[in-house]
């Protein structure tokens, strides 16, 4: 199983390019976790049955059965425990289903979790274990994981309901399912009111969608904003994702080595928007990106998914940290359209472990955490986290929900919009450390230093280098055009 390589291939680049796009792209899922959750201590070993109180030669009880989960984070050990149906809490890691003791064995530190679960796996002491999106194909794709629907037990007309892309990125080579996952965490484009009403005229968020609806009207809006003495968006890397997730083609394809081309337009694009000053030019997580969230900050807006609008929007835009006390906040100054792209960020899927002593009690959890829309209402109705229900979703769609960052508005409609038209077919174990990678070599391409030939050679020798089983891409790729070398936008 292939261990986390984000830091391997990044040592490998420029060491000035490194410390900025690593604190972007890691520092991303840092925010994730602070934003959404509580980090949690590592579990102890799960709790033994007490002996003799008194000391008498009484039979000792017959132990229970014991359902042993394995979670990054708090997330799902809070969503059972404050929604799952006859959950009881018995301690700081236990719980009880029924008759059902839960154990649970939850780890705030990325690598640390991989190699006690990657243990626990091996030793069969594991049921139920969750992992995040950016390690998820190393378990879809091993032995470790079960098939949802027959060995699981979960039907196709259940997961009906669940939205195409967030099963897409769980079904491996061979077609089958190996995780669901109770949430979806569509991408929205996120735009300040009062700049909108300045430059544009209006803040309504149908109206603002057809001055970002593709890339060419992004671009043209761009302009209009950096006119007004705005910038279009913050970072550098704000636009990734939803290049990423509109590729037509997967980063290894045949055993080679792939650059998809919307990728290249990406840089293209970042490039121009750096040269043409519609980039504020900071890395994405850095206090400068912050920054340009708050009533202060001078950024039309920025690419986030449906928890980020909730958790970290919401913080950022009022300002988070003591040298905010004097910020004005731009909490209510926001809304929410589609953008150019569908597009989606992070997520955590549920995988059932072979050979579970209790298949059944994996089952209905599996069941009524992603197949329940009753259960998944609840979690959005009570805190505002997007849920992987398609019937669910509707229903609040059409409800009075509301977001108090986003000024009132009811941001389900735009979120399932871009849930229902997103697709992931190109997903491989590789992604999260060559999207990290690529866009590291970018770095002096924006800047000016390097053509983007020069920066694409950089990132397909040291791609190539640290994964030997690929090989270079044989297919026919246009020339790059160059960045006149005397142009240096530093």
């Given amino acids: 199983m292939r261990k986390m390589a984000v830091v391997l291939i990044t040592v490998s680049l420029l060491t000035g390019l490194m410390a900025g796009c690593g604190a972007s792209q890691s520092g991303q899922n840092t925010e994730q976790a602070d934003a959404e959750r509580t980090a949690a201590e590592r579990s102890d070993a799960a709790d033994t049955a007490s002996g003799e109180a008194d000391g008498s030669s009484a039979e000792k009880a017959e132990p229970e059965t014991e359902l042993h989960i394995y979670s990054i984070g708090e997330d799902f050990k809070n969503r059972i425990q404050f929604f799952y149906p006859e959950y009881t809490v018995t301690g700081g890691q236990s ?3 029924g008759d059902l003791t839960v154990q649970w064995h939850v780890y705030s530190d990325e690598q640390e979790y991989r190699d006690a679960l990657d243990e626990a796996l091996e030793q069969r002491t594991v049921d139920l274990y969750v992992v995040q999106e950016n390690f998820l194909r190393d378990y879809v794709e091993s032995g470790m994981s079960s098939d949802v629907v027959s060995e699981v037990g979960l039907t196709e007309e259940e997961l ?10 769980a079904t491996d080579q061979e077609g089958r399912l190996k995780a669901v996952t109770w949430q979806a965490t ?10 909108a009403k300045e430059v544009l005229g209006t803040d309504d968020p149908d109206e603002v969608q057809e001055y970002v609806s593709d ?30 997730d509109n590729v037509s083609s997967a980063w290894v394809e045949n055993g080679a080595l792939n650059i998809d081309p919307h990728l ?9 928007f750096a040269r043409n000053g519609y980039t504020h030019g900071t890395q994405q997580w850095s206090e400068e990106w912050r920054a340009d969230h ?14 980020g609008i909730h958790y970290t929007l919401q913080d950022k835009a009022e300002g988070d940290s003591e040298e905010d006390a004097d910020t004005e906040s731009a909490s209510g100054d926001y809304a929410v359209c589609r953008g150019p792209e569908p597009s989606h960020f992070g997520g955590q899927w549920i995988l059932a472990a072979p050979g579970s002593d209790d298949p059944d009690a994996v089952r209905e959890i599996m069941r009524n955490m992603t197949c329940n829309p009753q259960l998944m209402k609840k979690i959005t109705a009570d805190i505002h986290e997007f849920t992987n229900t398609i019937s669910g979703m509707k229903e609040l769609a059409e409800s009075g929900y509301s977001a108090e960052v986003l000024g009132g508005q009811n941001p389900l409609p735009v979120y399932l919009e871009v849930a229902q038209q997103l697709t992931q077919m190109h997903v491989t174990s590789y992604d999260d450390d060559l ?29 190539l280098e640290r994964y030997e089983e690929l090989e270079e891409s044989t297919g026919e790729e246009e020339d790059a055009e160059d960045v006149p070398e005397e142009e240096d936008t530093n």
């Fill in 294 to 307: 708050t009533g202060d900050g001078q950024v039309f807006g920025f690419f986030y998914s449906s928890w």
């Fill in 264 to 272: 290249e337009e990406w840089a293209i694009q970042t490039y121009d």
């Fill in 95 to 97: 719980g009880m289903i």
């Fill in 215 to 244: 890339w060419e009207q992004f671009e043209q809006t761009a302009e209009m904003v950096k006119e007004a003495g705005y910038y279009m968006l913050s970072g550098y890397g704000d636009a990734y994702q939803v290049y990423s």
């Fill in 186 to 195: 569509p991408g929205v484009f996120a735009y300040r009111r009062s700049i």
């Fill in 435 to 463: 999207d990290l990678g690529f866009q590291v070599s970018m770095e002096d391409y924006f800047a000016g230093r390097v053509s983007q030939t020069e920066a694409l050679e950089t990132f397909r020798k040291v791609a």
């Fill in 160 to 169: 009906a309901d669940q939205f195409l892309y967030t099963k897409q990125i």
